[in-house]
């Protein structure tokens, strides 16, 4: 029993603070973080007038004949 504890008390302590491999500093904090943002905020941009120059045109007048806002001639 008493083998057991210390086999998982020494288990815990060599595996604390073992997470994955080690990020760069460049990577890691505000600066980059925002940098990375606006790169896809612009390519999100060019993909959207892409797809804008791509589209129909949109078209011009009703398609439907609509009632006119006040009723003439009813109580």
Not at 5 to 19: E, M, N, R, S
Not at 36 to 59: C, F, G, V, Y
């Amino acid at each position: 029993m008493r083998a057991l504890a210390t086999a998982l008390a020494i288990g815990f302590l060599v595996a604390c603070g073992v997470v994955g491999s080690p990020i760069a500093p460049e990577y890691v904090g505000v600066t980059p973080t925002i940098e990375r943002q606006k790169k896809r905020d612009a390519s999100e941009k060019q993909k959207r007038d892409a797809a804008e120059s791509q589209a129909e045109p949109e078209l011009q007048g009703q398609d439907v004949n609509l009632p006119p806002l006040r009723p003439v001639g009813t109580r």
